[in-house]
């Protein structure tokens, strides 16, 4: 009797993940999630917050760690409890027409996302190398591709942890700053309460891009994948052993990501109000615009830096929007889907990816304006965010969705609070669209 207990125990442990894997192996769907949240349009974002309320807003992302941190461990919880991602799990619980309302506006403001970015890599690259930057849109849409498409799964998340990298060149752009210690001190432990118009805005710009509906969906759907593609890994509903050190993982994967994805948004945002502001200049609408100013106030190798960390987290983030708007289609119309997939088992899943990322880059040839096309994009994001949130909240603290890991206490506190937080944020970009 003893003997047989000591085997099925041996057989539990040998199907729950290592319990001292290297760290690197252990980073995954979190780090890559996170570090995807600071891409080129991001990095917009926080150079003309930087730019234009210096170092005050920098208190925003320390408020927001622990609320963004908790959405994506309760994202990644849903799909690697129930085995399916988000777009999933509401076609099993929910009606077909928020299902599709949902994922046909996360697809339109993923693609303008996808051109938007695809067209600040090309900026970028002009920028270090010259040269024509039609051309270079065309090459980056297509290497996005052909990544997704041709390389093994687990060589292309070993690319994309890889990629991650390419964000420490705006820690080292710091080095070639003079930043005000004491003013970011004060912004970053004290809150300013202010009505401004411009401040708001700022405000409304960091949560809208901090908390984003392609990163549920991508990290969810990774989690799935990772079942599919590591054979020991059972969806915890069926394999309850594994919960603990599945957990685990989670939480300590999406909090290294989420705290890497906040320290880098913090270096550009700092490194635009040590140059850009401090010159006066406020007015910086991309990040290659943002890279050139940066060439006659910190020199030419901080304006490099700029410039090529656009380029590494471009080739980081397109990939993520186009895959997670591929998993929230594939799973909504019920196609076979997953990275680990031969092209040819899943092949709607394929062309949503290269669709997207083709159409999107494809908006870069065109007379609409990319500013004006992110503005859009980050207001559908703001609005679709709110009730996803809000239904992913439900589905995770209930029974008969997770089984016995159904989030509670403080996990589910966060949640709510980050939801509610969206909620404002929503609000506040109808106030702005409507003054």
């Known amino acids: 009797m003893a003997a047989n207990q000591e085997a099925v ?35 917009a974002t926080y150079s003309q917050t930087g730019a234009q309320l210096a170092y005050l807003a920098s208190w925003t992302l320390v408020f927001s760690y622990p609320l963004m941190t908790a959405i994506q461990v309760i994202s990644a919880r849903l799909g690697r409890t129930t085995g399916r991602g988000i ?33 600040a890599m090309a900026d970028a690259l002009r920028l270090l190398v010259g040269g024509p930057q039609i051309f270079y849109v065309v090459v980056f849409g297509l290497v996005a591709v052909l990544m997704q498409v041709f390389l093994a799964y687990k060589r292309y998340v070993g690319v994309l942890k890889w990629l991650t990298l390419a964000l420490f060149a705006y820690i080292g752009t710091l080095l070639f700053v003079h930043v005000d210690w004491a003013a970011l001190a004060t912004g970053l432990f004290i809150p300013r309460l202010s009505f401004d118009k411009d401040y708001l ?58 705290a890497f994805s906040n320290i880098i948004a913090l270096a550009i945002m700092v490194a635009a109000a040590a140059t850009l ?19 006659p106030l910190a020199g030419p190798v901080a304006a490099f830096l700029f410039a090529a960390g656009i380029i590494g987290t471009g080739l980081l983030a397109v990939p993520v929007l186009g895959g997670s708007a591929a998993y929230a289609v594939g799973e909504a119309l019920k196609w076979k889907v997953g990275l680990d997939r031969k ?93």
């Open 9 to 43: 125990s041996a057989a539990k442990s040998a199907v729950v993940e290592k319990s001292k894997p290297r760290l690197f192996r252990v980073l995954g769907p979190g780090l890559i999630t996170g570090a995807s949240d600071d891409d080129p349009s991001g990095i």
């Open 87 to 119: 777009a999933g799990n509401l076609a099993k619980h929910y009606s077909p027409v928020f299902l599709y309302s949902a994922v046909g506006l996360l697809l339109l403001a993923n693609i303008i996302n996808i051109g938007a970015d695809i067209g």
């Open 201 to 258: 805005t700022g405000i409304v710009a960091i949560f809208g891009t901090t908390i984003s509906p392609y990163l549920f969906f991508w990290q969810s759907s990774q989690e799935v994948e990772d079942i599919r593609a590591k054979p020991k890994r059972d969806p915890l509903t069926r394999a309850p052993e594994q919960a603990p050190q599945a957990q685990a993982r989670i939480n300590l994967d999406t909090a290294i990501g989420m």
């Open 277 to 295: 502001n401090a010159s006066g200049k406020t007015d910086i609408t991309s990040s290659a615009q943002a890279a050139e100013a940066l060439r």
């Open 343 to 435: 092209p040819k088992e899943a092949q709607a899943f394929y062309g949503t990816i290269a669709a997207a990322t083709l159409i999107g880059a494809a908006l870069n040839l065109t007379t609409i304006n990319p500013i004006q096309a992110l503005f859009w994009s980050a207001v559908i994001n703001g609005f679709v965010a709110v009730p996803i949130m809000a239904l992913m909240m439900v589905m995770a603290g209930q029974r008969t969705i997770m089984a016995d890991h159904a989030i509670g206490g403080g996990l589910k506190l966060l949640g709510w609070g980050a939801t509610l937080l969206m909620a404002i944020t929503a609000l506040a970009m109808l106030a702005s669209l409507a003054s």
